[in-house]
């Protein structure tokens, strides 16, 4: 028998994705941990901050690009791939009347996305990251051009030794030869192939790249645990005066595997922390008596990482309510979100237009707004399960 609609208790869980400095602030250099830009990022997190500094009692649940140094996304990590995109950027620069920057410039210009010095009002002209290609184990055998063909390459690891699950090997070299066959000729003959995009570096560990900036509100407390605790997958931490609790799940920390979701690394295979980190809250809201859960998503980038969390929510992670018996609601709110400004619609993959439709039509998953969320949170109506640590937590 279902609960009347008037006793039920309602708790909200915000979850805000990557909003850390190394997507938003281009006064950071490499030595500080690097920046991929995403246009407008910087508008995100004051928002996000006066919903942390107006809600009482709510639970927030904050991803972190968490990188390595020697990760394998970084682009510079490939000295190979970027003498080839070095050399292609500066033709296409020509090709598109645009000026050719000092040689002290070049590479540093040539690791951006073309947002980056086309303008961010303009629309975006067709220079997309580099992708490497990778095999059925995930072992690094080409680079895929945007036609779908595949450039053979030369692979180097640190140690000498074969590719390994600690060491896939970096491109050391692009060559001028290609495989008989395309990306989708490959997968359409039965080749377990994969890409991983190639990024600017972003988010390394230890730096200020990777921590959230001032005007998101976090407490003191929680900020000097992220910057004093490395190690730990997870970061909890309870507001004493306002009731907010606060946990940090980390990801993309593997040097040889990315992580856009929160949930699911981009092997598809290794799960995040925050398996447990949602498991814990659904078991300590279930005590609470709490019948329906709402859950709003919103960060950077829009395209990537924010909607491959929200798919990892609506496709295993809300389990762990529903399996309680608790209703859940997942939304996404497009006024903490930023994007990058891949062109396209819906039915291109990591368009930026197209995210809230693809979110819709394949997970069912509705929008809001921060008025609606401060309603359900400024005045405390929440339940506010009791502090529990879970496996790999600190705090």
């Known amino acids: 028998m279902s609960t009347p609609a008037n006793t039920r208790k309602t708790a909200v869980i915000n979850v805000f994705i990557d909003p850390e400095r190394g997507f938003l602030d281009l006064s950071l250099t490499d030595a500080k941990g690097g920046v991929l830009y995403v246009p407008q990022g910087e508008e995100v997190t004051p928002i996000m901050g006066d919903i942390i500094a107006q ?3 709510t639970i927030f649940i904050l991803g972190q690009d968490y990188h390595p140094a020697n990760h394998i996304s970084f682009m510079v990590n490939h000295p190979g791939v970027m003498a080839y995109r070095t050399e292609k950027f500066k033709t296409f620069l020509a090709e598109n009347g645009q000026p050719q920057p000092l040689p002290a410039q070049l590479q540093v210009q040539a690791q ?6 086309n303008g961010f009002d303009n629309p975006p002209l067709p220079f997309p990251f580099e992708e490497i290609v990778l095999d059925e184990k995930r072992n690094i055998i080409g680079l895929k051009e945007a036609d779908g063909r595949i450039r ?3 692979v180097a690891t640190s140690s000498g030794l074969a590719p390994s699950e600690k060491d896939r090997g970096r491109v050391t070299a692009v060559l001028d030869e290609y495989f008989d066959k395309t990306f989708d000729q490959f997968t359409a003959a039965g080749r377990l192939l994969s890409t991983q995009t190639l990024w600017t570096k972003h988010c390394v560990q230890g730096t200020d790249s990777s921590l959230y900036p001032d005007d998101m509100n976090l407490p003191q407390e929680l900020k000097d645990k992220l910057a004093g605790d490395l190690m730990s997958r997870t970061v909890y931490h309870r507001d004493a005066a306002t ?5 940090v799940v980390r990801k993309g920390a593997q040097s040889e595997v990315d992580s856009y979701g929160i949930g699911v690394e981009n092997d598809g295979e290794t799960l995040t922390a925050a398996w447990d980190v949602f498991r814990g809250i659904a078991h300590n809201l279930k005590k609470q008596g709490v019948n329906d859960v709402i859950i709003n998503i919103g960060g950077l980038a829009t395209n990537f990482c924010v909607e491959f969390s929200a798919n990892n929510i609506v496709d295993f992670l809300a389990g762990h309510f529903k399996m309680r018996g608790m ?3 997942t939304n996404f709110v497009p006024e903490i ?7 396209g619609g819906a039915e291109t ?28 949170t400024s005045g405390g109506a929440q339940a506010a399960p ?6 790999g937590m600190a705090g």
Do not use: C, W
Not at 112 to 117: I, S, T
Not at 243 to 247: L, T
Not at 337 to 343: E, L, T, Y
Not at 386 to 391: E, I, V
């Open 55 to 57: 809600s009482r009692d």
């Open 112 to 117: 951006q996305p073309v947002h980056f010095f």
């Open 152 to 154: 053979k390459v030369d």
């Open 243 to 247: 009731g907010n609790q606060f946990y």
């Open 327 to 329: 209703e859940v609601e």
């Open 337 to 343: 979100s930023r994007g990058i400004p891949v062109p």
């Open 349 to 376: 993959p990591f368009s930026l237009a197209g995210t809230e439709e693809r979110l819709s039509k394949s997970r069912h998953i509705g929008t809001t707004t921060v008025d609606k969320i401060l309603a359900m």
């Open 386 to 391: 009791a502090p529990r640590k879970f496996p």
